[in-house]
T-cell receptor, first 112, second 115 residues
């Protein structure tokens, strides 16, 4: 069964600290993996897209890694800011059909 | 603002009523997706259009749900005889197809509450 699991479910960190969010997937065949940021009550916004051959990709203070062999990805946030408080969703796309499989997200709260 | 708009942003309806939501994608995007998201969960795929053709429908899309994209531009999602379990955020996304790595741009969503 195609699934995307994220951990932790929620996380609270102090402003300025770093954190790492995890994503494990069983989706096959794999096409790409995306990380989205979703503010409360709004649609998700793309942070990174990674294909099979990419191990790491950065977008400002966000760095995503991908290990396609172990089917794991992580999203590292450096020097967190209050505006980073949001839900972070891992999404895996198959290359058959047009299916996107979403994780349940990690709810991040950054406190001053 | 991603350029994808949805209307209305909020809808409260009584069980058994019909509701219709509208999505306006980014103008040159040929692909349009509908998702449903319940509280604390990630979005779930409902259906997908390439231009005006509806190419895929999820098993989640029961007979009470219908989606259209008549001219390959805006899309509507109609729910007939709403049930309390239909309460959710309905998200629309659009993309410029072709490459596997195309970006999906999401709208702000329509939050449906069925009382």
């Amino acid at each position: 069964k195609n699934q995307v699991e994220q951990s932790p479910q929620s996380l609270i960190i102090l402003e300025g600290k770093n954190c790492t969010l995890q994503c494990n997937y069983t989706v096959s065949p794999f096409s790409n993996l995306r990380w989205y940021k979703q503010d409360t009550g709004r649609g998700p916004v793309s942070l990174t897209i990674m294909t099979f051959s990419e191990n790491t990709k950065s977008n400002g203070r966000y760095t995503a890694t991908l290990d396609a062999d172990t089917k794991q990805s992580s999203l590292h946030i450096t020097a967190s800011q209050l505006s980073d408080s949001a839900s972070y969703i891992c999404v895996v796309r198959t290359n058959t059909g047009n299916q996107f499989y979403f994780g349940t997200g990690t709810s991040l709260t950054v406190i001053p | 603002d991603t350029g994808v708009s949805q209307d209305p942003r909020h809808k409260i309806t009584k069980r058994g009523q019909n509701v219709t939501f509208r999505c306006d994608p980014i103008s040159e995007h040929n692909r349009l997706y509908w998702y449903r998201q319940t509280l604390g969960q990630g979005p779930e795929f409902l259906t997908y259009f390439q231009n005006e053709a509806q190419l895929e429908k999820s098993r989640l899309l029961s007979d009470r749900f219908s989606a259209e994209r008549p001219k390959g531009s805006f899309s509507t999602l109609e729910i007939q005889r709403t049930e309390q379990g239909d309460s959710a955020m309905y998200l629309c996304a659009s993309s410029l197809g072709g490459q596997d790595n195309y970006e999906q741009y999401f709208g702000p969503g329509t939050r449906l509450t069925v009382t």
